[in-house]
T-cell receptor
Framework: GENVEQHPSTLSVQEGDSAVIKCTYSDSASNYFPWYKQELGKRPQLIIDIRSNVGEKKDQRIAVTLNKTAKHFSLHITETQPEDSAVYFCAASSSGNTGKLIFGQGTTLQVKP | GAGVSQSPSNKVTEKGKDVELRCDPISGHTALYWYRQSLGQGLEFLIYFQGNSAPDKSGLPSDRFSAERTGGSVSTLTIQRTQQEDSAVYLC?????????????FGPGTRLTVL
């Protein structure tokens, strides 16, 4: 069935360093790949997304890259700050239905001041 | 405007009891989703409503779980004969349902504890 694998499960970096989170998906028909950030005790919120017709997208310190051939996509956070500490979830749209998302297991990012 | 709301925020129940969880989506959003998030885990898809189409129930873990969406707006997730493994945060999300905008907006969740 549809599956999204996310790595690493935990990531600790020093403030100012970069952080990279990687995801792979199983369904070659997936065409929409969002990333959500969930701070402790709060609801997930969309931070960036990418569609299959684009290879890279940037928004200030955040970027996402997509390799459709290899079926993987990555989140890159540069110049990390303590407020970037949170759980990050990747997701891929379900085959034939761009509304439904299959989420990865999440990555807990800790940015040490 | 108002975001997605859920009630109750917390629910403690005894094993074997039935519970109902409510979700009020953003006004005008045609798509509504239910997820389950166990402690330290990811978002497990449960069910998806899109407009008047038949819901996608493929994520419901057992026949004890059901959901309905009345009038294309409010949704209720019902868990019958609750078990301890049902303890989790149940998140609802809604989206506009258009191909131009897939963003799902999440509610604050209902934390369910089954004793």
């Amino acid at each position: 069935g549809e599956n999204v694998e996310q790595h690493p499960s935990t990531l600790s970096v020093q403030e100012g360093d970069s952080a990279v989170i990687k995801c792979t998906y199983s369904d070659s028909a997936s065409n929409y790949f969002p990333w959500y950030k969930q701070e402790l005790g709060k609801r997930p919120q969309l931070i960036i997304d990418i569609r299959s017709n684009v290879g890279e997208k940037k928004d200030q310190r955040i970027a996402v890259t997509l390799n459709k051939t290899a079926k993987h996509f990555s989140l890159h956070i540069t110049e990390t700050q303590p407020e970037d500490s949170a759980v990050y979830f990747c997701a891929a749209s379900s085959s034939g239905n761009t509304g439904k998302l299959i989420f990865g297991q999440g990555t807990t990012l800790q940015v040490k001041p | 405007g108002a975001g997605v709301s859920q009630s109750p925020s917390n629910k403690v129940t005894e094993k074997g009891k039935d519970v109902e969880l409510r979700c009020d989506p953003i006004s005008g959003h045609t798509a509504l989703y239910w997820y389950r998030q166990s402690l330290g885990q990811g978002l497990e898809f449960l069910i998806y409503f899109q407009g008047n189409s038949a819901p996608d129930k493929s994520g419901l873990p057992s026949d004890r779980f059901s959901a309905e969406r009345t009038g294309g707006s409010v949704s209720t997730l019902t868990i019958q004969r609750t078990q301890q493994e049902d303890s989790a945060v149940y998140l609802c999300a809604s989206s506009s349902g258009t191909t131009q905008s897939n963003e799902q907006f999440f509610g604050p969740g209902t934390r369910l504890t089954v004793l």
